[in-house]
């Protein structure tokens, strides 16, 4: 419900940046109750369990993700397990759209395949800083290190780590620059075009589900998690606001400048950040 409300507000800024008016906010809760109502095109049952295995791979990613310090299920969130769950989510999507028959669903999935190995990296680095700080893997206790104020957040501690997290995040959501995935103009939307109805609806649920963990481990990691639900989840639309500004002024890369960019601007930016903790 979170996710789909950050899109439906997300369309609106970009609407009002390119001087458009834009849908409503509540757009994408009407789409997706009218495709699931809808008949579905159906070419093989590996499209069912490919969509199945997707959103059920996100879902248990979330089972993991502390959201104002509450885990429905009390692991720690383990990063690297949060990280693993969302890649089968990817992985099923993967598999779901490639069985569609469309040329363009897997030239869009090898896109996917090729921006994930590009932003994993940096990523990992980012993620070895903290561990090294804290000496856990948890993003609850890394979010509750945070606390004591703004000036306690890890973005203002470590902001070359932040804008480095950014870049990538930017590229997990699939975002311009990075949104090579998807590509309107050049592949009619990649995994996207075979699908209709029911396929189509699940589709956009696993993208709000995406987009709500990919914001909270943000919040986590820099923002120092939050007092409650509420100022939580504040902060992740913060995070995605960011994202959407950036996606509404910028070109697309090709998929090699995006993967040669990832590789070199936020892993020199980790490095940096890494020597100048270090070697204080």
Not at 102 to 131: H, K, V
Not at 160 to 169: D, G, K, Q, S
């Amino acid at each position: 419900m979170v996710g789909l409300l950050f899109i439906g507000l997300g369309r609106i800024i970009t609407a009002r940046v390119q001087r458009r008016i834009g849908p409503p906010f509540y757009q994408q809760f009407i789409d997706v109750i009218k495709l699931l109502a809808r008949e579905s095109i159906w070419h093989h049952w590996i499209m069912t369990l490919g969509s199945i295995m997707a959103l059920g791979g996100l879902i248990a990613t979330m089972v993991h993700v502390p959201v104002a310090g509450w885990l429905p299920y009390d692991s720690g969130g383990p990063i690297f397990l949060i990280l693993y769950l969302a890649t089968i989510g990817y992985l099923g999507m993967a598999m779901g759209v490639s069985a569609s028959g469309n040329p363009n669903a897997p030239l869009g999935i090898g896109r996917a395949l090729s921006l994930m190995l590009g932003y994993e990296i940096p990523f990992a680095a980012i993620l070895i800083l903290f561990i090294s700080l804290t000496g856990s893997s948890s993003l609850t206790e890394i979010a509750a290190m945070q606390a004591g104020g703004f000036l306690s957040w890890n973005i203002v501690k470590f902001p070359l780590a932040f804008i480095a997290a950014e870049i990538t995040v930017q590229a997990m959501m699939a975002e311009k620059p990075f949104d090579q995935m998807i590509a309107p103009s050049e592949i009619a939307s990649g995994p996207l075009v075979e699908l209709g109805g029911k396929f189509l609806g699940l589709g956009m649920i696993q993208m709000a589900v995406a987009i709500y963990f990919e914001t909270a481990i943000m919040v986590n990691l820099f923002f120092g998690g939050g007092a409650n639900i509420f100022t939580f989840t504040l902060k992740q639309f913060g995070v995605y606001t960011i994202a959407i500004l950036i996606n509404s002024v910028m070109p697309r890369y090709k998929i090699e400048n995006a993967v040669r960019y990832l590789w070199t601007v936020p892993l020199a930016l980790i490095i940096i950040q890494m020597l100048i903790v270090f070697l204080r």
